[in-house]
């Protein structure tokens, strides 16, 4: 088979990712080997969308490469691979400049007046290196090119017939990317996962397409009636004034030893993200996690879920309908395939890798009617919320997968989808585990008559 070669504009992507990963990201990392480490912080299955893939899927600490091949039993033994279509978020990162900012601000505060006397405190006056610079800005980390090349291999063995080399020769798997640096560098490290795997020398190109994997920019009205609406996450703002906050808050200043005024919700979240990072990046309980107990992370938890949940989830209707785009090309993916397949003919995309962000995926997860609590998330309800179906912890963690895998089980020439979330078996709203296709088009055949992306996000014409 001959050479695959990159197109200009994915030279252009690719070249400007990597420089600006070696540029700020290099020294930072210790070890990102998703190894058994000695402590795992009790906190960390509350880090939201900040936390490690290997919470979600805690047999991978011990081997990453581990696959759960019964997480397909609902499909009959006869059931044969026909596509797969897979939307990804990207890999572990580094902090975002605004970020920085933040955790700069209660380091300086800290080392300068914290008169706290245990021995963690002393930890971060003396010894921790503020090594977190704006320059990161949210950059890929090399523990985010591993956890998408690892994906790629399990993948593979997950879909052996789908995820192969004679697939990636021959043109068949096809690669989508934000053109945020962090996608395109997954996207690169999942591609590269397979090309090691299976020694093949070929480059297989990608495709940057910001209207597909950042459909929110793209969507006048939700910029304007919730990215820009003042009142929109309020609240979110509720509950970071409110008294569970205050208490969190209070806590942290009584064991720093600095007085309640000088930590405000912006320093709770900046301890917060110290506690994250330096166990996503560098597989670090560090002594930033010892200012939050188990309910403490519980209400930092809250607070982001409600964050997500108004500006990306149910909280507004526009916000799942941006999605309407990615909704309509996954199903166009699938319907494809189901053509081809009925035909008899063969099958022209074999597997579709889609590269994003969780702000791609929390409002498609939305449109499915998945995770959908029966009482909205408020800031009057954090109690009353501890078991809810909407948390980001478990749905979003970095590398965060919906997989969509189509199949032929010899009924008939009718087809049935299984989908997974991270790797585990998802059953759509009403249905059986592994439905037919076509009853599952039929459940979903409103949206897909209805959510139009160009009407849907089109602003109403003003008053006069």
Not at 100 to 107: G, N, S, T
Not at 130 to 144: H, I, N, S, V
Not at 294 to 320: C, F, P, T
Not at 333 to 343: I, T
Request: proline share 5%.
């Amino acid at each position: 088979m001959g050479r695959i070669y990159f197109r200009p504009t994915c030279i252009l992507y690719t070249l400007y990712a990597f420089l600006g990963a070696i540029i700020c990201c290099r020294p930072m990392l210790k070890d990102a080997r998703a190894t058994v480490t000695s402590s795992i912080p009790t906190i960390a299955r509350y880090f939201t969308t900040k936390g490690r893939y290997e919470e979600v899927n805690p047999h991978l600490i011990g081997d990453i490469y581990a696959v759960n091949t019964s997480v397909l039993q609902a499909l009959s033994p006869g059931c044969r691979e026909m596509h797969l279509s897979t939307i990804i978020r990207h890999g572990t990162r580094y902090p975002t400049s605004k970020s920085v900012e933040k955790m700069q601000r209660l380091y300086n505060l800290i080392v300068h007046n914290a008169s706290g006397n245990a021995i963690w405190v002393r930890e971060i006056k003396e010894k921790f290196v503020m090594r977190y610079t704006e320059e990161m800005d949210g950059r890929l980390a090399d523990k985010g090119v591993l956890d998408h090349k690892h994906l790629a291999v399990r993948l593979s063995k997950l879909f052996p017939s789908l995820v192969s080399r004679e697939k990636l020769r021959g043109g068949k798997i096809s690669f989508v990317t934000s053109s945020k640096h962090r996608c395109v560098n997954s996207t690169l490290a999942f591609k590269r996962g397979l090309t090691d795997l299976w020694s093949v020398e070929e480059e297989v190109e990608h495709t940057v397409n910001d209207t597909l994997m950042r459909f929110f920019d793209e969507c006048p009205r939700f910029v304007k009636e919730v990215e820009e609406k003042p009142g929109s996450m309020a609240e979110r703002d509720k509950f970071e004034l409110g008294p569970e906050m205050q208490r969190v808050g209070e806590k942290m200043a009584d064991r720093l030893g600095l007085p309640y005024n000088l930590i405000n919700a912006d320093m709770a979240q900046a301890a917060f993200h110290f506690c994250a990072y330096e166990f996503a990046l560098n597989t670090v309980n560090s002594p930033w996690c010892r200012l939050f107990d188990e309910v403490d992370a519980q209400v930092m938890e809250y607070l982001n879920d409600l964050k997500q949940y108004w500006k990306r989830g149910y909280g507004h209707l526009i916000n799942s309908q941006s999605s309407c785009i990615l909704f309509h090309d996954l199903f166009s993916r699938l319907d494809k395939a189901a053509e081809e397949s009925k035909s008899g003919g063969p099958i022209s995309e074999a597997v579709s890798i889609q590269v994003g962000h969780a702000e791609t995926l929390l409002p498609l997860l939305t449109l499915l009617g998945l995770f959908k609590d029966e009482v909205r998330l408020t800031a009057a309800n954090f109690a009353a919320q501890g078991g809810r179906s909407f948390r980001t912890s478990r749905t979003l963690p970095y590398a965060a997968n919906l997989v969509v895998a189509l199949y032929d089980c010899d009924e008939g020439g009718e087809l049935r989808v299984q989908a997974l979330l991270n790797e585990e078996p998802l059953t759509f709203p009403g249905m059986e585990a592994a439905p037919l296709y076509r009853v599952l088009r039929q459940h979903y055949l409103p949206l897909l008559k209805s959510c139009v992306f160009e009407e849907v996000c089109r602003l109403p014409p003003q008053r006069k």
